[in-house]
């Protein structure tokens, strides 16, 4: 998926590895449980306009895990001007406030770099037809 998506440095369990000043105080086992649950989460949440999940979409640009288990996402949308603006920071809040553990969550849109079509997974682009 988006290459620098982050959980405490990443979502990546090598890059994670590389990085030793990002130890965290939560194991490695309940991160990568809280990383997986996420990311399932995640993939709860559609954009109306197209039947593929945020996640697969790419639209998902970073997460991180402090050790208070607080999550803060940074996300965008497919254009600034689409019409869930208001709405989907919210649903993505409450997807992963879903997540057993997990004790806060923010969720903020950021549109640098802008989102385009070849951050998504080849999973939406078959979804989509554009293999």
């Not at 890059?15 to 490695?28: L, M, R, T, V």
């Not at 019409?83 to 903020?108: C, F, L, Q, S, Y």
Request: with cysteine; glycine share 4%; net charge negative.
């Amino acid at each position: 998926m988006a290459d620098d998506m982050r959980v405490n440095e990443t979502m990546d369990p090598a890059a994670k590895a590389e990085d030793s000043e990002a130890a965290s105080a939560i194991p490695q086992e309940e991160l990568d449980r809280l990383t997986d649950e996420l990311i399932a989460a995640f993939k709860t949440v559609f954009d109306p306009e197209i039947p593929v999940d945020i996640y697969e979409l790419g639209l998902i640009y970073k997460v991180d895990i402090d050790d208070d288990r607080k999550v803060d996402v940074e996300m965008t949308l497919t254009a600034p001007g689409c019409p869930v603006a208001g709405d989907m920071p919210g649903w993505v809040e409450n997807a992963a406030r879903t997540v057993e553990g997990v004790k806060d969550v923010e969720v903020r849109l950021t549109f640098d770099p802008p989102w385009d079509p070849s951050r998504m997974s080849d999973e939406a682009r078959l979804a989509l037809n554009m293999l």
